[in-house]
């Protein structure tokens, strides 16, 4: 087996590398001055299963076009198999055609990524709606593996178990937020969202009595324009919560949101590392390199 990785995921290429005990291949990807990619591999993957790691965040068309042209050298070079980890993963979203013309993004993604020479994927809480398991529409078989855990044995040392409650901002997020909760084995609730806009949401709570009094660790998968987080910490506030902390997978932290999230009062913003951030103190890193393993 050798780890490749794209420009967005250098560090957690190598860090994976050194942890399964196999080798690290440098890729030497740049820009010609039109913008076109240079990409090449110091090492050509003859008969390897060849791992390629590439996050798709802020930039996820140019991090996908990358990806692309690296899968589908590496099976030209001679790779046995790749296996493609996208610890985020983009366009879950548009999953399906909500009105007449809309491309279904998420297919389109799917399609490339099989044509383009990638035998299996392995995500991390990726951002899933209406379909519950990508592998059910895809070719190439997905795995979808979760941080949550981690951030769960992170909050051991900072919470109050008697006095902690896991909420999860909207339904969504339940699964995450029950993750978590039974790490810390403290209970959970969820609230309820109402979208507004792209970036504007209503946050109603329920079973206000549990918050009352209480620290509140929120949970999400996603912290893109920091509305969602906002407004729940804006209601549990409201709902006489005591301290507030927040946590997620992927922080991508768009536009002002960091302000959003803080500006209402959180004491802490705790993220991984499938998307560098400030806040990335929890690691996606040791969860793949256990499921590589095991293959």
Same mark, same amino acid.
């Given at each position: 087996m050798l780890i490749y990785a794209g420009s967005a995921s250098k560090y957690f290429g190598l860090k994976l590398a050194r942890?399964?005990?196999?080798?690290?291949?440098?890729?030497?990807?740049?820009?010609?001055p039109d913008g076109e990619l240079y990409i090449r591999f110091d090492k050509e993957p003859r008969g390897e299963t060849a791992v390629l790691v590439q996050s798709m965040y802020r930039t996820p068309n140019d991090y996908l076009i990358e990806y692309l042209f690296i899968s589908k050298t590496l099976k030209e070079l001679g790779a046995r198999e790749v296996i493609g980890v996208i610890p985020y993963f983009p366009y879950a979203r548009q999953d399906t055609r909500f009105k007449p013309g809309e491309v279904v993004s998420l297919s389109v993604v799917l399609e490339l990524l099989e044509k383009m020479g990638t035998d299996r994927v392995v995500t991390v809480d990726t951002h899933l709606h209406r379909v519950e398991d990508i592998g059910e529409i895809s070719k190439i078989p997905f795995?979808?593996?979760s941080v949550m855990e981690e951030i769960g044995r992170y909050f051991r040392d900072k919470i109050r178990k008697e006095k902690?409650?896991?909420?999860?901002? *909207?339904? @969504?997020?339940?699964?995450? =937020? /029950?993750?978590v909760a039974d790490v810390l084995q403290v209970p959970f609730t969820v609230l309820e969202k109402?979208?507004?806009? *792209?970036? @504007?949401?209503?946050?109603? =709570? /329920?079973?206000?009595?549990l918050i009352e009094g209480m620290?509140?660790?929120?949970?999400?998968?996603i912290i893109s324009t920091g509305g969602t987080i906002e407004a729940a910490v804006k209601r549990v506030k409201e709902r006489g919560a005591n301290?507030?902390?927040?946590?997620c997978a992927h922080a991508i932290l768009a536009?002002?949101?960091?302000?959003?999230?803080?500006?209402?009062g959180v004491e802490e913003l705790v993220a991984s590392d499938t998307i560098?951030?400030?806040?990335?103190?929890?690691?996606?890193?040791?969860?793949?390199?256990?499921?590589?393993?095991?293959?």
């Open positions: 942890l399964l005990g196999v080798e690290y291949v440098n890729t030497e990807t740049r820009k010609f795995t979808n593996l902690t409650i896991v909420v999860g901002p *909207d339904e @969504e997020a339940k699964q995450w =937020a /029950r993750i109402i979208r507004l806009g *792209d970036t @504007e949401v209503e946050i109603k =709570a /329920r079973e206000e009595e620290d509140v660790l929120i949970v999400d998968d301290r507030v902390f927040v946590a536009a002002n949101a960091e302000y959003r999230v803080f500006h209402e560098p951030s400030p806040y990335s103190v929890v690691s996606a890193i040791p969860v793949v390199a256990k499921y590589l393993s095991k293959m």
